[in-house]
């Protein structure tokens, strides 16, 4: 199967699973919610170490996969403690924007210089950022100084981070797809625990109160997918994290007509034309490459 499909099939399995995952952590503890979503993940990745299907890493490949899981878990506990308290359509089409990011950062660190085409794009999703901001202003007062958008941006930054990490460890560094996922999972699981440990467990009882969930199995389960297809993509010496990422932040189609939907989260003619904007924006990025 093409990198191409695979990433498309990512995209989709990240939509429900963004829908599961806000399920999880509305009026809840996030960072024990979390905890359990990486212990779930982690359950059903394990038993493949059992198998014989991971290869055999020297240590020095472990550091780098738990460089990955810090970085991602760093992701995790901004974007889940920000989806926790801001509308869907709104904290996804932010998420939207993490092909711009990972675009200057190829830019900055990578040497990559984007055709003119792709910064028309990265123009039209600031455009479409302020307009969402407009919008927000009537759900959440102001757009820019609200601390979980805040939050939600510094979390997509993280996760555009990962994406060249990705590349970095899969192509140049030919780590096996399975085996990078089974010990990402322990590692974030892990990371997980001790930043529920020191951070929750000591002031438990003046936090929102933990409730279990059955949606955080499906959030594993939605999880485990999305990074599978979306791993062997990356690994395909042919692929573009740019053009990846791209079509991975297609996603933010399902959730955010759920969010409105399911969630009843406030209709807004400029939401849909922020949407646009963002989808318009991604579209140009990857034509461009």
Request: some cysteine; hydrophobic content about 55%; overall charge positive.
């Amino acid at each position: 199967m093409s990198w191409f499909i695979l990433a498309l099939l990512s995209a989709f399995f990240l939509g429900c699973y963004d829908l599961a995952k806000k399920k999880s952590v509305q009026d809840n503890a996030v960072r024990v919610t979390l905890f359990f979503c990486s212990a779930f993940y982690a359950l059903f990745m394990s038993p493949l170490l059992l198998t014989g299907h991971c290869e055999s890493l020297p240590l020095q490949s472990h550091v780098y996969l738990f460089g990955k899981a810090a970085i991602v878990g760093g992701s995790w506990i901004l974007t889940y403690n920000a989806l926790a308290h801001l509308p869907l359509s709104i904290a996804t089409t932010i998420r939207a924007l993490a092909p711009v990011f990972t675009i200057f950062i190829a830019v900055t660190f990578m040497g990559e210089r984007p055709f003119a085409l792709q910064w028309a794009g990265v123009a039209i999703c600031i455009c479409s950022y302020v307009g969402l901001s407009l919008a927000g202003r009537k759900e959440m007062g102001h757009f820019f100084s609200n601390g979980w958008v805040i939050c939600m941006v510094l979390g997509t930054l993280l996760a555009a981070c990962s994406g060249v990490y990705d590349k970095f460890i899969l192509q140049r560094m030919n780590f096996d797809p399975l085996t990078v996922q089974v010990w990402f999972s322990i590692y974030m699981m892990l990371w997980q625990f001790v930043i529920c440990a020191v951070t929750w467990f000591p002031t438990r009882h003046k936090t929102t109160p933990f409730k279990f969930r059955w949606s955080m199995l499906l959030v594993a389960v939605l999880l485990i997918i999305a990074d599978r297809c979306y791993f062997v993509a990356v690994s395909d010496p042919d692929a573009l994290i740019s053009i990846i990422t791209v079509f991975r932040r297609s996603s933010v189609l399902i959730s955010f007509f759920a969010g409105l939907i399911f969630f009843k989260e406030r209709k807004s003619k400029m939401k849909f034309i922020a949407l646009l904007g963002v989808i318009l924006g991604i579209c140009l990025i990857a034509l461009g490459k």
